[in-house]
């Protein structure tokens, strides 16, 4: 057949351009409208080395090499393209020269040929999300992993392995290393799915190709087990039952199919999810960690790109439900596939539709499952995750450990073995410095001695600081964490911060502005009550201030600092432990240590500052002599209190 393409285009110059038209049409046909793009690439090539242009030409080599991902031969002829076209062109070639000039590099450039897509097709959600987003790079670079640990898989081979999911022990994967028939979209043998054994150490042996129970002559690839590892669902062409279907126009479409899985662990009783259809793709399952929700990529009526997210419910009896869109805050007009969705219940998929390193980026939207089930405006943040998983072609079936920092991604970067291949990574442990300064929200003065505190998303208190003389405190998080920072400070309104820690080593900053909290006060009032502030405690037969009550004794000092003509009576209690007169001089001891410090540490003038000790006269509770109580009951006795004798 070459020999006859090769005759033809000797004859090529001899033609006229009418004629020359339709021999590109009669090829287009033969090859391109089927689907063959690299043999169209092939005769198109000689064409238009023997001078010939037309946009038809260009856009069908432009198109070959861009769906085949060489992008440096895609982003030639749509160059070519550009140079020749006289206006009418359509905006998704503006997007495609954009997508493949990204793929070699050539960001600048690919910039402004996404504005001018931009400017044709204004309410794309494609450029919404760059008009957003120019400073993209930047961004992306800020939130890279720089310490990521990437390898080659040895399993690789030199043509197509996508796909990584784990099960039993074995790292299920898609490849076209057959020796069957040729794919014409890429001339490459049709994708198995094929298992790999992981030792202890992490390396790979005895790469075994799954059988025909779940392998056919066509494609399979992507596999998803439901964690009771009942169910196996997985990708495979319209071919079922020994019957190849076509599409209306004669295409070969993507279905989930499902194998009930034996106790010898074959493959039974294979059947085909009930909203497959000839009409259109549905591809790429991936299952939650409870087994519940099946994600995958499809092109169904109602889809906003060239493939969207759905997910559909799984029902108790592995009956499927009806698949619901995700919508158009994670979905777009490009193609959104290979989703996976983690323990965490983040979910990641590749995407074009995002600003991006070029080809298919993975993105993330993070806590998605909770977020979706609890959500009714259905508003996700979708998130660029960066290098080294990203690069200027294409990465996807992103997989990942959540607990262990672990897991895998497919890519066809320079450097590989083949044309797609399997990476594993190790994510290091990752810290970040969270750093700040609580100001008054007013007047803008920095709050010195303050409290913060660190909580993570369920609310429990992760760690606490106080803010030094310029108000700055500096406190160690982990990474990728949703946390909850607050300020508190006597006679000021609490604030607070939620946010989410980056995936990268860096220093992170939450400032606080706190708003001052008036409230009438007079003589005769106990600051502890009035100002809500903690009973000043002591440990058992002592009068030392502890770290905790040197807290809220700064509370105390701030209050006279405020008020400089109040003047105040320490009154120090005990509990009725050991004799009475021990007591009354522990009582005393303690409460010349909290007059002290309040004089001392907020450099308050001593006669401001009167009291006396009380010893266990004044319990607070029933734990007099003789009567059993908890170390906690007898604590509540031992107690500072503060009450205002002057204004």
């Known amino acids: 057949m070459r020999k006859i393409y090769l005759y033809i285009l000797l004859l090529i110059p001899a033609l006229s351009v009418n004629a020359q038209e339709k021999l590109i049409k009669k090829i287009s046909k033969k090859n391109y409208d089927n689907l063959a793009y690299v043999k169209t690439s092939e005769v198109f090539l000689e064409v238009a080395e023997k001078g010939h242009e037309s946009e038809e030409m260009f856009k069908k080599l432009g198109n070959s090499f861009y769906f085949n991902n060489e992008m440096e031969s895609a982003s030639k002829w749509y160059g070519k393209l550009m140079e020749i076209e006289t206006g009418n062109l359509d905006p ?46 930047s961004k992306i670079e800020k939130i890279s992993y720089k310490d990521a640990e990437v390898k080659n898989l040895e399993i690789n081979s030199e043509l197509s392995d996508f796909g990584s999911t784990l099960y039993n022990g074995n790292l299920i994967f898609s490849s076209s290393r ?48 439901t964690p009771d590892g009942k169910y196996l669902f997985f990708t495979r062409n319209n071919y079922f039952k020994s019957r190849y279907s076509e599409d209306d126009k004669k295409f070969n479409r993507l279905q989930i199919y ?27 399952p991936t299952i939650n960690k409870e087994g519940t929700k099946m994600y995958f990529a499809s092109d169904m009526p109602g889809s906003t790109g060239q493939s969207d997210i759905y997910v559909v419910n799984i029902n108790q009896d592995g009956t499927l439900g009806e698949p619901e869109n995700l919508g158009i805050t994670i979905n777009t007009e490009g193609a959104e596939s290979f989703p996976f969705i983690s323990d965490n219940g983040d979910l990641y998929f590749s995407s074009t539709g995002y600003p991006g390193l070029g080809g298919l980026d993975v993105y993330v939207v993070k806590s998605f499952e909770s977020q979706y089930s609890s959500s009714e405006s259905r508003t996700f943040k979708v998130q660029n995750i960066g290098k080294p998983f990203n690069s200027k072609q294409d990465d996807f079936a992103y997989y ?71 108000g700055a405190y500096s406190l160690e998080v982990s990474c990728d964490t949703e946390y909850l920072i607050r300020g508190e400070k006597v006679d000021y309104e609490s604030s607070e911060n939620r946010f989410v820690s980056t995936n990268r080593f860096e220093k992170l900053t939450q400032d606080l502005n706190l708003v001052r909290d008036v409230k009438p006060i007079q003589v005769g009032d106990d600051l502890a009550k009035t100002l809500n502030i903690p009973i000043i405690y002591f440990d058992f037969d002592k009068h030392n201030i502890r770290p905790d009550a040197a807290v809220e004794l700064e509370k105390v000092i701030a209050v006279l600092k405020q008020y400089p003509t109040m003047e105040i ?79």
């Open 400 to 470: 990942i450990n959540d607990e262990k920092g672990q897991g895998y991604f497919t890519s066809n970067r320079k450097g590989g073995k083949g044309d797609d291949d399997i990476y594993a990574f190790n994510l290091p442990e990752c810290k970040q410095e969270l750093q700040g300064v609580l100001k008054d929200a007013e007047t803008q003065e920095v709050l010195a001695k303050a409290k913060v505190i660190l909580q993570d998303a369920l609310g429990n208190i992760i760690a606490e600081s106080i803010t030094d003389k310029k």
């Open 92 to 137: 998704e070639y503006y997007f495609r020269y954009a997508q493949a000039l990204k793929g070699i590099g050539n960001y600048e450039l690919s910039d402004q040929w996404m504005r001018k897509f931009e400017a044709q097709k204004p309410q794309d959600l494609r450029a919404k999300a760059f008009a957003s987003t120019e400073d993209y790079l």
């Open 258 to 284: 499902r194998a009930e899985i034996d106790e010898n662990g074959g493959y039974n009783n294979l059947t085909s999810v009930h909203f497959n259809n000839d009409e259109y793709s549905v591809a790429h």
């Open 178 to 225: 057959g020796t069957g028939e040729l794919y014409s979209w890429n001339e490459q043998p049709y994708l198995d799915l094929y298992s790999a054994e992981i030792d202890a150490e992490g390396n790979f042996s005895k790469v075994n190709k799954f059988g025909l129970d779940i392998n056919t002559k066509y494609h399979e690839s992507s596999a998803a087990y």
């Open 569 to 647: 009576e320490v009154r120090s209690h005990t509990d009725s432990r050991a004799t009475k007169v021990y007591n009354e001089a522990l009582s005393t001891r303690r409460n010349k240590s909290t007059k002290v410090y309040i004089i001392e540490e907020g450099q308050i003038n001593p006669d401001r500052i009167t009291g006396a000790g009380y010893g266990e006269s004044q319990l607070v509770n029933g734990c007099s002599d003789g009567v059993k109580c908890s170390e906690e009951d007898h604590q509540l006795n031992r107690r500072s209190e503060f009450i205002i004798i002057k204004m």
